[in-house]
């Protein structure tokens, strides 16, 4: 009898995932820093595009994430990471990718609508912060609305789910866009409390990270990893 895929992982799995990134980071801080920081500025580079900068970031943010599987698999099977694993999303499966991105590109958007039609104008309050706005004139526009800003939340979650091992079903999984972001859902449902517990202990190292601006050099590829190994737990075939 096949085994149903995504499994079910325990809890700790989520912890396990963080120790598992640190010790692959490890082995090449050089190599995924310097990708880092390029996978950085190309996002900085796309949001100053008129128009057109937010679409293509989410588009084109999977491509360069399945970069980073392919890299992360790489130093897991005791190899280097070398720059055309960086580039295996171009190189390979660049459509279905791309896809993952268009759509959530949508269903975000359709969230933001719709979050506008009850109230809440996210774009407005970006335009506002982005503008200089003080954060006591902000509060005060979200004011009465913490019901709405729970209610979008809740659905963004989701969304997200369903891109976070897309990348790697796409690459490693061949499978089509709709097919990885419905997996990645019901990985991310089924293992909720492992993710729970991997997003705990992320969110301190993010913070800690965000002090010496360098530190996401590393805080970023540590998560990026336990998506790597979040796969691999859930996916991954098993000899």
Request: with cysteine.
């Amino acid at each position: 009898m096949s085994e149903e895929l995504p499994r079910r992982v325990p809890a700790r799995a989520g912890l396990d995932w963080v120790t598992g990134a640190f010790r692959l980071f490890i082995k090449s801080p050089l190599m995924l820093g310097a990708a880092t920081a390029l996978f950085l500025g190309a996002l900085l580079i796309l949001q100053l595009i008129p128009y057109a900068g937010a679409g293509l970031t989410e588009i084109l943010t999977p491509l360069m994430l399945a970069g980073f599987m392919r890299a992360f698999r790489a130093i897991d099977e005791g190899g280097e990471p070398e720059l055309p694993h960086f580039a295996a999303g171009f190189r390979n499966h660049a459509l279905p990718l791309a896809m993952v991105g268009a759509i959530y590109l949508g269903v975000l958007l359709a969230i933001l609508w719709l979050m506008k039609q009850l109230g809440v104008d996210y774009q407005a309050m970006m335009q506002a912060i982005q503008q200089g706005a003080a954060p006591e004139q902000v509060a005060q526009g979200l004011e009465g609305k913490g019901v709405l800003l729970l209610v979008g939340l809740g659905l963004v979650i989701p969304a997200v789910a369903a891109t976070w091992y897309a990348p790697a079903l796409v690459l490693f999984g061949n499978a089509t866009s709709l097919q990885a972001m419905g997996l990645s859902l019901k990985a991310c449902l089924r293992n909720w409390v492992a993710l729970l517990a991997n997003g705990l202990v992320l969110i301190p190292v993010f913070l800690l990270a965000l002090v010496p601006v360098v530190g996401m050099l590393i805080a970023v590829p540590v998560m990026l990893g336990t998506a790597y190994l979040g796969y691999q737990s859930m996916f991954a075939s098993r000899s």
